[in-house]
């Protein structure tokens, strides 16, 4: 049975998203605290739209994922990575990094559309002041299952026997799927094991028990549920979720934590610019400040 669905709002981050995760009665899908659709959106060559700033995380996993376009990643910790589609680009905030993400020259000029999902993964408390980490995974070296009419990328966890090489703080499920029209993909509660987990629904449209969904459709499922899903159309799937965490984190802007005065001194740290906390991205001398609110 599934327990809610989520159709989420736009919102403008330098370019339209669709925000899925934190919902208003759901806040979170395991560790996933954080999730936002990105584009389709195209960018102007010479502009500054779709770039975002320097800008500060605590207590958190960064989680990029791209069907298409390319994103350059840089942060404090020296990192420079161009993520293209299927890669995952996983960076642990721990006790405090800084990154910036931008639009490369090239996808502008050629007019390449960009399509992801940003999600931020809450690390376990035990975790949350560790050394920061930045981790790139190419998508060949991610496992993929191919069944009739459906294709399946193991990004996090496990499933159908396939484990993914990304290190992960808590268990966690993240796999994307492609299903061409009238296929039919069958998993067992027990393919992928999670205490809680989410399918959502970026392009196409299926049939999830036999419920009609709709692109841009988080579905919330049961644990023990088996799920069956028939492809309308041909369709891009999400599905993700993990363990609950043991104790519900806080999140505020761009920092979570589950000790409040831990996201004070975030706040403070921040606009302050203390660099002990929040040290430069090397080559940047832009910042988004710290919001009023």
């Not at 268990?171 to 399918?199: F, K, N, S």
């Not at 049939?207 to 899903?229: C, M, R, Y």
């Not at 302050?272 to 080559?283: M, Y």
């Amino acid at each position: 049975m599934t327990i809610k669905l989520i159709r989420g709002q736009t919102r403008d981050i330098g370019f339209p998203v669709k925000r899925l995760l934190p919902d208003a009665t759901i806040r979170r899908i395991g560790p996933f605290v954080f999730f936002d659709h990105m584009g389709p959106a195209f960018f102007t060559p010479g502009g500054h739209a779709g770039d975002v700033r320097p800008h500060p995380h605590i207590g958190l996993a960064t989680v990029t994922y791209l069907f298409s376009g390319a994103m350059m990643h840089r942060d404090s910790l020296g990192s420079v990575q161009r993520i293209v589609p299927g890669d995952i680009n996983w960076m642990t905030a721990g006790r405090g990094i800084v990154h910036s993400e931008r639009m490369p020259e090239d996808i502008r000029e050629q007019g390449i559309a960009v399509q992801g999902l940003q999600m931020w993964v809450a690390l376990p408390e035990k975790d949350e002041e560790i050394a920061p980490a930045f981790h790139h995974y190419p998508a060949d070296e991610l496992p993929r299952i191919e069944l009739t009419g459906v294709r399946l990328h193991v990004l996090a966890g496990r499933v159908f026997d396939q484990t993914s090489p990304v290190v992960c703080h808590s268990p966690t499920l993240y796999v994307a799927a492609w299903l061409e029209l009238g296929a039919m993909l069958d998993i067992p509660a027990t393919a992928a094991a999670y205490a809680e987990r989410g399918l959502y629904v970026i392009s196409g449209g299926v049939v999830v028990n036999g419920q009609p969904i709709e692109a841009g459709t988080l579905l919330v499922l049961e644990a023990s549920e088996d799920i069956v899903i028939k492809a309308g159309a041909d369709s891009i799937l999400m599905l993700l979720g993990g363990d609950a965490l043991e104790k519900a984190p806080s999140l505020w802007w761009n920092f979570v934590s589950t000790s409040k005065e831990r996201l004070e001194a975030a706040k403070l740290a921040w606009a302050n610019q203390d660099a002990s906390l929040f040290p430069p991205v090397p080559g940047e001398s832009e910042w988004i400040p710290l919001p009023d609110h």
